[in-house]
């Protein structure tokens, strides 16, 4: 017995040893390759993790505080992965429009690659002609003004629906949250997927699940080349089953897309007919994809995992950034009241009673509320680590960035530089009244949406959906939190993942309004 014991602690010394020598040539192997070239400063690296005991949630206030030690631009080494992390308006400058083309591909992440069907979407697809296509066919079919234009009457409904819910639970301590992401992901469903989608439940799951997993901090994506991690990562096991649920459910939608066009419709899909799934009888997005599948006129043909891969980008880019933006805002106004009473204020008098909801998207005197969407995209950008990598070696601000380098330029820190802004940490919409500050990177110190060729496609979308959601929370109720809660005591910590989600969700009181008359 003691003699087997000795055995199997050799053999896990052994083992050991193996592990550690094979971590420690592969850091020695890297370090030699980046040894003469000038990479941007940075902290002392360790064996092995590199830069990766540095690392605290969520990444972006981690960043943010190591940027003040090391510079605006910052080489970390993150296990096998080298990244540049940027966190000045200047740099930023350099490499989303200066240097665009060089820093225009996506990061590779054990998430991406699984849950976006390796790559072949939009959002994570490589830069090149593949990507253009698939973007132009989502610019021109869902995401032009026409079209954001044609779905003001899915998002009135959904408002009156999340509007009458409020009231349903009037006086009681209701989840806002809750409330707000029911309302983003219906009208994301309704305008790609007309509205056939069975198991909305299990989608949004996967698709929060998901983005949680793909901010490029797992550790199957520090060592990406190690067989040892991938074999004894869960992460990947995780994500395989997550991609079965989420097949299971997008070919259910594709395939009831297929027989509508073919049964009820009497649609040949090749013919170019233009009847569809839409709400209203003509296309939605799944239908233009499939029209396209079938046709001659793409240069690369798509199959069902390429629209299904699109689809994810929709719903999950739709419904996050989206209701994210809703939730802080509300946030903030519970935290400012003086802000909150005056937006009210603003929507009561120009939204007065039996005014049509769609005047929110088309009434130019909500300025104030404009303002208040502004400066709290400033302080909780949807996407607060804008993530490129390099497709080349380049020079920036006087040092390399190698090619296949991770580049995440730091939106949040920019947002809260006080070279840029007064009072940096205080939400005040005022701030904008005087200075046309735009969404587009006009600006390059305010990047909600970032900048240049992988620029958010659905602003436009994006936007809408957010004021008519705020203007119908303030019209309609007066708020307050609940008894044992106080505003300055609310937690403003991010969740980790692609999308700066608020930690806590947001549970208030919601009183209906009755206007005099």
Same mark, same amino acid.
């Given at each position: 017995?003691?003699a087997l014991?000795s055995?199997?602690?050799?053999a896990?010394l052994?083992l ?5 020598s094979?971590?420690?040539?592969t850091w020695?192997?890297?370090r030699?390759? &980046?040894?003469?070239?000038?990479l941007?400063?940075g902290p002392k690296k360790?064996p092995i993790i590199g830069?990766l005991? &540095? ?7 981690c960043f943010?505080?190591?940027?003040k030690?090391y510079g605006?631009?910052m080489?970390l080494?993150l296990g096998?992965a080298?990244?540049v992390?940027v966190s000045?308006p200047e740099i930023a400058?350099?490499i989303l429009k200066? #240097? ?6 996506r990061p590779q @992440?054990?998430a ?5 069907y390796?790559y072949i979407?939009?959002?994570?697809s490589?830069?090149?002609?593949y990507?253009? #296509? ?11 003004p026409?079209?954001?234009?044609s ?8 408002a009156?629906r999340?509007v009458?819910?409020?009231h349903?639970?009037s006086g009681r ?5 809750e409330?707000?992401?029911s309302?983003?992901?219906s009208?994301t469903c309704?305008a ?9 439940g ?7 699940d998901?983005?949680k997993m793909?901010g490029g901090?797992?550790?199957a ?6 067989r040892?991690?991938?074999a004894?990562s869960w992460?990947?096991?995780?994500l395989?089953?997550?991609r ?12 009831e897309?297929k027989a509508n ?5 009497g ?6 007919g233009r009847l569809?799934?839409g709400e209203y009888g003509?296309?939605?997005l ?7 599948k079938? @046709? ?8 069902n995992?390429?629209?299904k891969?699109?689809?994810y980008d929709?719903?999950?880019?739709g419904t ?12 903030e106004?519970m ?8 937006a009210q204020?603003?929507?009561?008098h120009?939204?007065k009673e039996g005014t ?7 009434n130019?005197e ?10 709290s995209l400033? &302080?909780?950008?949807p996407?607060p680590?804008l ?5 080349v070696t ?19 820190a920019m947002?809260?530089d ?5 009072d940096?940490e ?8 005087n200075e046309?500050?735009d969404?587009i @990177?006009g600006?390059?110190h305010?990047?909600p949406f ?5 620029m958010?496609?659905g ?5 809408a959906?957010?004021? #008519?959601?705020?203007a119908q929370?303030?019209?309609h ?5 609940p008894?044992?809660?106080?505003a ?12 700066s989600v608020?930690?806590?969700n947001?549970?208030v009181i919601a009183t209906p309004?009755?206007p005099?008359?």
């Amino acid at each position: 017995m003691v003699a087997l014991c000795s055995l199997s602690t050799a053999a896990a010394l052994i083992l050991a040893a193996i592990i550690f020598s094979f971590f420690i040539n592969t850091w020695n192997k890297s370090r030699k390759n &980046l040894i003469s070239i000038k990479l941007p400063p940075g902290p002392k690296k360790l064996p092995i993790i590199g830069n990766l005991h &540095l690392i605290t949630s969520p990444p972006f206030r981690c960043f943010t505080d190591l940027s003040k030690q090391y510079g605006p631009i910052m080489h970390l080494k993150l296990g096998e992965a080298d990244a540049v992390v940027v966190s000045s308006p200047e740099i930023a400058k350099q490499i989303l429009k200066d #240097q665009d083309p060089c820093v225009a591909n996506r990061p590779q @992440g054990v998430a991406l690659e699984i849950m976006w069907y390796n790559y072949i979407d939009i959002a994570f697809s490589p830069y090149g002609d593949y990507w253009r #296509q698939m973007r132009k066919i989502c610019i021109n079919e869902l995401l032009s003004p026409r079209m954001v234009r044609s779905f003001q009457s899915i998002r009135s409904d959904e408002a009156a629906r999340m509007v009458d819910s409020l009231h349903e639970s009037s006086g009681r301590v209701v989840n806002l949250t809750e409330k707000i992401f029911s309302f983003t992901s219906s009208i994301t469903c309704r305008a790609a997927f007309g509205g056939v989608c069975k198991d909305k439940g299990t989608l949004i799951k996967v698709m929060m699940d998901t983005l949680k997993m793909a901010g490029g901090f797992e550790i199957a994506d520090f060592f990406p080349n190690s067989r040892i991690v991938s074999a004894l990562s869960w992460t990947k096991i995780r994500l395989k089953m997550m991609r079965r649920k989420l097949d299971f459910i997008l070919d259910d939608v594709i395939d009831e897309h297929k027989a509508n066009l073919a049964e009820k419709f009497g649609v040949d899909i090749a013919s170019g007919g233009r009847l569809g799934n839409g709400e209203y009888g003509g296309e939605d997005l799944i239908d233009v994809l499939l029209r396209m599948k079938e @046709g001659e006129e793409l240069k690369f043909p798509i199959g069902n995992d390429n629209i299904k891969a699109v689809l994810y980008d929709i719903f999950s880019a739709g419904t996050e950034t989206s209701s994210t933006a809703i939730d802080w805002t509300m946030v903030e106004l519970m935290r400012n009241p003086k802000v909150m009473a005056r937006a009210q204020a603003e929507v009561r008098h120009i939204l007065k009673e039996g005014t049509s909801t769609s005047r929110v998207e088309q009434n130019d005197e909500l300025k104030y509320l404009k303002l208040v969407i502004k400066e709290s995209l400033r &302080l909780h950008p949807p996407v607060p680590l804008l993530p490129r990598a390099s497709r080349v070696t380049c020079q920036v601000n006087g040092y390399t960035i190698p090619d296949k380098v991770r580049v995440m330029v730091n939106v949040w820190a920019m947002h809260r530089d006080p070279r840029f802004w007064k009072d940096p940490e205080e939400f005040e919409p005022e701030r904008f009244e005087n200075e046309d500050v735009d969404f587009i @990177g006009g600006d390059i110190h305010y990047l909600p949406f970032g900048v240049g060729r992988r620029m958010c496609p659905g602003i436009m979308f994006g936007l809408a959906t957010v004021e #008519q959601a705020i203007a119908q929370l303030l019209y309609h109720f007066d708020w307050r939190l609940p008894e044992d809660v106080r505003a300055r005591d609310l937690d403003m910590i991010e969740n980790d993942g692609l999308t700066s989600v608020r930690k806590d969700n947001l549970f208030v009181i919601a009183t209906p309004y009755h206007p005099s008359i």
